[in-house]
T-cell receptor, first 113, second 109 residues
C-alpha cells in the first residue's frame, strides 16, 4: 500500500508569484484535505476534495484554490503569494469523507521572500 | 473551529504511562473522538478513535467517560520517541477535520 506523497519537498518563491503543490493520495482514498501549518502552530484546514469536487473550505482567501483528479491525486494552487504564506503545507487522504482516519504526507515547506 | 480543549503541555518520565486528557463537553451522541500526534517536522499521524467504549490498539488506549464529555489517551510505556504534539479532535458534521492547538508532550529521560 503506497502512502501519501507530496512534491516538491521544499520550495522558495518570491512575493507575488504563483505556486502549485502536488499530492498523491493513498491508494483507494477518494478524499483529500489540505492544511497550512505555520511554525509553532497546529495545522489549519484549507479545503477538502471528495471525488473531484470541493467539499468544505476553511477560512482562506480565494487565491488558495485546488483540484482533484480522477485518480484522486490533488493540487493546491496559491496565487499572488504573500510573505505570510510561508509555511508547511500538508496533504492528507482518507478512504471516504465519512472516515476520519487521515493519512498525511510529509508536507511541502514553502518559503516566500 | 475545534470543539475540544487540552492542556498546552505535559511532561512524563520515560517508561511511565502518559495520560493525556481532553475535554469535549459539547460532543453529540453520534460524534467520535479522534486522536492524532505530530512528531517534529513530520505530518500528523492517526493514533486511535472511539465513540463511547474504551478502545485499545498497538499504539495507545482511549478511555472515554460515561457521559462522553471527556476522554484520556494513554500511552502505556512512554518512550523518548513519543515526544510530540497530541491532538484530540471531534470532527465537524460537515466532515472537516479541524486541529486545535494540542498538547505538547515531553518525555523525560
Amino acid at each position: 500500500e503506497t502512502g501519501v506523497t507530496q512534491s516538491p519537498t521544499h520550495l522558495i518563491k518570491t512575493r507575488g508569484q504563483q505556486v502549485t503543490l502536488r499530492c498523491s493520495s493513498q491508494s483507494g482514498h477518494n478524499t483529500v484535505s489540505w492544511y497550512q501549518q505555520a511554525l509553532g502552530q497546529g495545522p489549519q484546514f484549507i479545503f477538502q476534495y471528495y471525488r473531484e469536487e470541493e467539499n468544505g473550505r476553511g477560512n482562506f482567501p480565494p487565491r488558495f484554490s485546488g483540484l482533484q483528479f480522477p485518480n484522486y491525486s490533488s493540487e493546491l494552487n496559491v496565487n499572488a503569494l504573500e510573505l505570510d504564506d510561508s509555511a508547511l503545507y500538508l496533504c492528507a487522504s482518507r478512504s471516504d469523507r465519512r472516515s476520519y482516519e487521515q493519512y498525511f504526507g510529509p508536507g511541502t515547506r514553502l518559503t516566500v521572500t | 473551529d475545534a470543539k475540544t480543549t487540552q492542556p498546552t503541555s505535559m511532561d512524563c518520565a520515560e517508561g511511565r504511562a502518559a495520560n493525556l486528557p481532553c475535554n469535549h463537553s459539547t460532543i453529540s451522541g453520534n460524534e467520535y473522538v479522534y486522536w492524532y500526534r505530530q512528531i517534529h517536522s513530520q505530518g500528523p499521524q492517526y493514533i486511535i478513535h472511539g465513540l463511547k467504549n474504551n478502545e485499545t490498539n498497538e499504539m495507545a488506549s482511549l478511555i472515554i467517560t460515561e457521559d462522553r464529555k471527556s476522554s484520556t489517551l494513554i500511552l502505556p510505556h512512554a518512550t523518548l520517541r513519543d515526544t510530540a504534539v497530541y491532538y484530540c479532535i471531534v470532527p465537524n458534521r460537515d466532515d472537516k477535520i479541524i486541529f486545535g492547538k494540542g498538547t505538547r508532550l515531553h518525555i523525560l529521560p
